[in-house]
């Protein structure tokens, strides 16, 4: 299920695939490579794409305002999407359901968690970074000040890219698997980065592009736009974590049964 065709964003070939089999999820259905502009141009492919991206949208908004329960609405559609598209039971990607906002919050709260503890390991790299940068300027020595601003930027950026390299996979599993505990395998997750690190690499560098794009849009529709191009991104990104999946299991990665959510 390859969809490289002649996009030069899309990755190289993979290796050979055996298909492996999941108690309760079906099969992974695999693909070849990933095609960075398919995740953006699939958030259409939905019949009813405006109705999903906004009712996302209000969810993604509401993680600002409410941040524990939007973001459960959030993460939990996100692995919904995953697991539709990536076990084959949709061509596009499910329909924002609000009689399942029971099951998105299950589903999502493992994954909001587990991405939560993610970004809380960086934490005290990026104080320690910005106490750095702090006492240096306090110095008034013009040099130490580029010096530590350059040090707090290297380290911005070496924090986002570890939380985004790590993030992926592990709300994979907690998505997957329906589970906190389950999604910090180690070394399925070293394995995934392995695998895919050029892929999250450059996938991070287009879609942040992308995406800064489309808020850019929403904030010039009268800032009423933000909603829907904030729901488009989360679609996008779920799109997008979906084809890592795929190439992930193809290139020989081990497969997780995509388990239903459960009720407290």
């Known amino acids: 299920m390859s969809t490289s065709g002649d996009n030069p964003f899309a990755s190289p070939e993979g290796t050979s695939y055996e298909p492996p089999q999941e108690e309760g999820g079906g099969s992974v259905i695999p693909r070849s490579s990933v095609d960075y502009m398919e995740a953006v141009s699939?958030?259409?492919?939905?019949?009813?794409?405006?109705?999903n991206i906004l009712l996302a949208g209000v969810a993604f908004l509401l993680s600002a305002v409410i941040p524990v329960v939007g973001a459960l609405f959030a993460w939990g559609y996100i692995g919904e999407i995953i697991g539709a598209r990536a076990y084959g039971r949709t061509n596009s990607y499910p329909d924002f359901d609000l009689n399942r906002l029971g099951d998105y919050v299950m589903r999502g709260l493992w994954m909001s968690?587990?991405?939560?503890?993610?970004?809380?390991?960086?934490?005290?790299?990026?104080?320690?970074?910005?106490?750095?940068?702090?006492?240096?300027?306090?110095?008034?020595?013009d040099a130490l000040a580029v010096v530590g601003f350059v040090i707090y930027f290297v380290m911005i950026i070496a924090g986002n890219l570890f939380v985004f390299f790590v993030t992926c996979p592990i709300v994979i599993r907690a998505g997957m698997l329906n589970d906190l505990v389950s999604a910090f395998d180690f070394k399925w997750i070293m394995d995934f980065i392995r695998k895919m690190w050029v892929e999250l690499f450059l996938g991070g560098i287009v879609l942040y592009f992308v995406a800064m794009f489309f808020m850019l849009i929403g904030c010039l529709a009268l800032c009423v736009g933000y909603i829907p191009a904030a729901g488009a991104v989360a679609v996008m990104g779920g799109l997008f974590i979906t084809q890592l999946y795929q190439v992930y299991v193809y290139r020989g990665g081990e497969a997780l049964p995509f388990k239903e959510a459960t009720k407290l």
Not at 42 to 51: E, K, Y
């Open 42 to 51: 699939d958030v259409f492919g939905n019949p009813n794409w405006f109705v």
């Open 113 to 141: 968690l587990a991405a939560f503890a993610v970004s809380m390991c960086v934490v005290p790299i990026m104080m320690l970074a910005w106490g750095v940068m702090a006492a240096l300027m306090a110095t008034n020595n």
